[in-house]
């Protein structure tokens, strides 16, 4: 696991009140931070960020990029598992890039899912072959971004491998559904269906403290899916 490092989590939602416990377990020093004590961002000051090894945002769209450029502006390494923000992704990667900071994030922290990118990644081709493809996700109705972050990373895995086709999402949100996205890949002869499933938030959580381990006194802009199998 290496040193005990100084984590600030921001949201205490269900996926960040499990980044703060798995932090805790893995022995680290957690600062847990909700919108009431940080608003727009107003906490991350040079004073209060000295010593802090690494950041994590588990907010809501609307919230995170007054965080994302408090911890740039103060060179503090972060993880963003948020999402619902990634119109803003190249001139994040830019100012990051300046500041000379780090940066991760990812539309999915779970290790499975990102090896299913890698599975659907190797199934794209078919889309240049007579194939056809389709995404579904479905969520719990709570969920504020549709799509969801990780079929919008799924479709440009799949666009990045076969030429640029878009691959069409659709959303479905219902009760407390933690997490399906599906991919399948059509022809007239026959059908490929792959599928993963979240069986609890824990999975997300846990990658994103790994990440935080990882990137904390590193620069660099990173993609969660890029380097998960380094962590």
Not at 18 to 28: C, N
Not at 103 to 120: D, H, K, T
Request: charged share 20%; net charge negative.
């Amino acid at each position: 696991m290496g040193r005990s490092l100084h984590l600030v989590l921001l949201g205490s939602g269900k996926t960040g009140s499990l980044v703060g416990e798995i932090a805790r377990e893995r022995e680290h020093n957690t600062t847990v931070l909700t919108e009431i004590e940080n608003p727009d961002g107003a906490w991350l000051t040079p004073e209060n960020l000295r010593g802090v090894d690494a950041v994590i945002d588990f907010t809501t769209p609307d919230a995170v990029l007054a965080n994302i450029a408090g911890c740039v502006a103060n060179k503090t390494p972060m993880v963003v598992g948020t999402t619902g923000w990634y119109g803003e992704l190249s001139r994040v990667k830019q100012e990051v890039e300046q500041a000379g900071t780090g940066f991760v994030f990812g539309a999915n922290f779970s290790y499975g899912v990102n090896l299913f990118f890698q599975i659907a990644q190797a199934a794209a081709p078919a889309l240049q072959h007579g194939y056809a493809g389709h995404i579904t996700e479905r969520h719990h109705i709570h969920k504020k971004d549709a799509p969801s972050g990780t079929a919008v990373a799924l479709q440009r895995v799949v666009a990045a491998t076969c030429g640029g086709s878009q691959v069409e999402i659709t959303s479905e949100r219902e009760d407390d559904v933690m997490g399906v996205h599906v991919l399948e890949i059509e022809s007239s002869g026959d059908k490929i269906v792959l599928s993963h499933e979240v069986k609890s938030r824990r999975t997300f959580a846990e990658g994103a403290v790994l990440a935080a381990e990882w990137i904390a006194g590193r620069t660099g802009f990173y993609d969660f899916k890029d380097i998960f199998l380094e962590i």
